[in-house]
């Protein structure tokens, strides 16, 4: 039996899927892609004004009325409320850290005054503030190549984007600066895969079980409950990011104003097994510190 696995069709969402469909392999299943195109892919306009789901709901349509067995999203686009019709797993995660590509090698400590930094991201755009005030963020769409083509004609300095993006496609050792995630907060679940299946599948439940990381799961699931909690979609100016530290999990999230000019964390440690409980209280401690005034 051979499982179809539903994918965006741009090079990074494909070559991520081909790592899926090996992983899959290597335990007997058989799998092939199937793409399918989404309301992100056609849409340019910045993803904070189409809405959360812009890149996972038409793969969750297919999904569900079985046009493919499988869908493979990047676990940051997803709705932060679970959805029962599926059963959800992360593989082994990437680098979840952001970087910079910049002209002439340079980090953003470098930059010159005024210089042009593109991304659309409010939760980049207000940690890059938070370090250079005296920069410009430009907002930015398109896939890998398109972004960092921009940078080499000039049109802008820089622009920031996942690391674990540009290591699946071949290209890491481009970045010109790779972020420390404690300074530059990650996204939720950033460099992390979400792998659905419908729920009252069994074979193909099996099969996900079968190539699962529950550590990255759990940990994944955990920073997007901070995100969750404190009612803020994945283009909000939130950032979570985990470690594994001594053998525990330890959390760190930040609400950033969009101007760089106030920022909020909070951070907790413990088992990984109480990740939830632990990112319930940072999501609190941020809502007691006033998130909500930030984010509103």
């Known amino acids: 039996m051979s499982l179809t696995i539903g994918t965006r069709g741009s090079l990074l969402?494909?070559?991520q899927t081909g790592?899926?469909?090996?992983?899959?392999?290597?335990?007997?299943?058989?799998?092939?892609?199937?793409?399918?195109?989404?309301?992100?892919?056609v849409n340019m306009a910045p993803v904070e004004r189409i809405g959360?789901?812009?890149?996972?709901?038409?793969?969750?349509?297919a999904l569900a009325?079985?046009?493919?067995?499988?869908?493979?999203?990047?676990?940051?686009?997803?709705?932060?409320?679970?959805?029962?019709?599926?059963?959800?797993?992360?593989?082994k995660r990437a680098d979840a850290r952001d970087c910079l590509i910049a002209r002439d090698g340079l980090s953003l400590e470098e930059l010159p005054s005024g210089a042009k930094i593109g991304t659309g991201a409010p939760r980049r755009i207000s940690q890059v503030k938070r370090i250079r005030p005296?920069?410009?963020?430009?907002s930015l769409r398109g896939n890998i190549?398109?972004?960092m083509g921009k940078v080499a004609s000039g049109e802008l300095d820089a622009v920031v984007l996942a690391y674990a993006g540009l290591e699946r496609v071949g290209r890491g050792a481009e970045a010109t600066q790779v972020f420390d995630p404690e300074?530059?907060?990650?996204a939720p679940a950033q460099g992390a895969l979400a792998i659905e299946c419908r729920a009252d599948d069994e074979v193909a439940c099996a099969a996900l079980d079968a190539i699962a990381d529950p550590w990255?799961?759990?940990?994944?699931?955990?920073?997007?409950?901070v995100l969750n909690r404190l009612e803020a979609g994945c283009t909000a100016p939130v950032a979570v990011g985990s470690q594994q530290r001594d053998g525990q999990i330890a959390l760190h999230a930040v609400v950033v104003s969009l101007d760089g000019s106030t920022l909020l964390s909070a951070q907790a440690q413990g088992d990984i097994s109480d990740a939830e409980q632990l990112a319930e209280g940072v999501a609190q401690e941020l809502i007691q510190a006033g998130a909500a005034k930030i984010l509103d």
Not at 134 to 138: F, K, N, P, R, S
Not at 216 to 225: C, F, L, W
């Open 13 to 15: 969402a494909t070559t």
């Open 19 to 41: 790592h899926v469909r090996d992983a899959l392999a290597e335990q007997g299943v058989e799998a092939e892609l199937h793409i399918v195109t989404t309301q992100g892919d």
């Open 52 to 61: 959360v789901g812009v890149f996972t709901q038409a793969l969750r349509e």
């Open 65 to 91: 009325n079985g046009e493919c067995d499988i869908a493979v999203h990047s676990f940051k686009d997803l709705p932060t409320e679970a959805d029962p019709r599926f059963h959800l797993v992360v593989p």
């Open 134 to 138: 005296d920069v410009e963020c430009v």
């Open 145 to 147: 190549d398109t972004r």
């Open 183 to 186: 300074v530059f907060v990650p």
């Open 216 to 225: 990255a799961t759990q940990a994944a699931q955990a920073e997007r409950v």
